[in-house]
């Protein structure tokens, strides 16, 4: 079988990807009888370019990473914008990473809405269109009869949704608590672990590079919202946004605060969760809080995040997922992709 991809992104995470598609080129031709072609990259500072007979990845990483235009490779009338690029080219499947929009999740949403309605596949690692419009995306997929997954959206690419989607047939998830986002993690784990002042921690942390652009998305809990916010509308039914997230950040804590906590045997950790109130309706807090250090939680060094979900049925199953990075991330979405192909895309399984 062959199919055509297109990445719209070409940051970090499509270049990882682009690598990664690369490498795995022989095992997809040799496992799965797949014949992949890249037919169309739209970027962000490095132009665009379609090649309906596929494009030359290992030409376009190079000229990118040489701070070059895709210019060359295009083949065909020129194209002004990304929703040209999206009306053109000639994809089955779309992998998108462009910047998360933490407000509104546009116009990355109106992006995956349109190339689901010209039924093409959608894999994206981006936030921003699933905490704002999993419903919506998804129905409009299941009437498109194509598939829509989004495994890098929270914990890299460890296998979160895979999970739930795969393992829990029939439970219904009561609980949700975890540690998703890294930069505070790291940030929290380095004050308690090296003594190290806030400013200097979170400058480590944008150097190993995890920290959003704007680091106040991690600082202030945005991110940790956008993530629990993700797991709560698609699999406990929610229908939240981020700002629905009762939030407090990190920006207040101290080395004193934490030097207090470790006396008394506890670590700090940014924590998520997602229950049902009294109302029947979903509520969604993050908050530091300082854990005793039998909770999982403590264990969790560096970029280390974690999931805990409760269900009727199992009554703790924890993923721990270390080392995560744009490598993981890519990888997220290369097992979309062949899940798509399988066919083991539903995620309505659950409801
Ligand atoms: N800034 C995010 C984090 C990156 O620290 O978790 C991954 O979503």
């Known amino acids: 079988m062959q199919l055509d991809v297109a990445l719209l992104g070409f940051g970090n995470v499509g270049r990882s990807l682009g ?18 072609r890249v037919v169309g990259i739209s970027t962000g500072r490095h132009g665009q370019a379609i090649d309906p007979e596929g494009i030359d ?14 210019a060359a490779l295009h083949q065909g009338a020129e194209m002004a914008d990304t929703p040209g690029f999206l009306a053109k080219v000639p994809a089955q499947l779309l992998f998108e990473t462009i910047p998360t929009n933490p407000h509104d999740g546009q116009p990355a949403f109106a992006y995956l809405y349109g190339a689901l309605e010209r039924g093409i596949h959608v894999v994206t690692a981006n936030k921003g269109p699933i905490a704002f419009g999993y419903q919506e995306l998804t129905q409009l997929a299941r009437r498109k009869k194509v598939g829509f997954l989004f495994e890098s959206t929270v914990l890299g690419g460890s296998p979160v949704h895979a999970l739930l989607r795969e393992a829990f047939p029939g439970a219904e998830v009561k609980r949700i608590r975890g540690v998703l986002n890294s930069t505070t993690n790291y940030i929290l784990d380095r004050m308690e672990q090296a003594g190290l002042e806030f400013d200097a921690a979170l400058k480590q942390a944008q150097e190993i590079g995890v920290a959003e652009t704007d680091p106040t998305l991690d600082i202030d809990g945005w991110d940790a919202a956008i993530k629990i916010t ?3 509308n698609v699999w406990m039914g929610a229908e939240l946004v981020p700002a629905d997230v009762d939030r407090t950040g990190i920006a207040e804590v101290s080395i004193t605060d934490l030097r207090h906590q470790m006396d008394q045997d506890k670590r700090t950790r940014l ?3 997602a229950w049902p109130g009294d109302d029947g309706k979903i509520k969604a807090k993050v908050a530091p809080q300082a854990l005793p250090l039998d909770d999982l939680m403590t264990s969790l060094h ?3 995040s974690l999931v805990q979900i409760e ?6 199953t924890t993923l721990i997922d270390s080392g995560s990075g744009k490598q993981t991330t890519a990888y997220g979405m290369f097992v979309d992709m ?3 192909l399988r066919g083991r895309h539903d995620t309505s399984i659950k409801r």
Request: overall charge negative; charged content about 20%.
């Open 19 to 36: 690598g990664l598609l690369l490498r795995k080129r022989d095992a997809l031709q040799n496992d799965y009888g797949l014949t992949l």
């Open 57 to 70: 990845m290992e030409a376009a990483l190079s000229l990118v990473n040489e701070g070059k235009t895709l």
């Open 230 to 232: 993700i797991l709560a």
């Open 271 to 273: 924590v998520c969760e």
């Open 302 to 304: 560096g970029t280390d």
């Open 311 to 316: 269900t009727d049925t199992l009554p703790m």
């Open 338 to 340: 062949l899940n798509i």
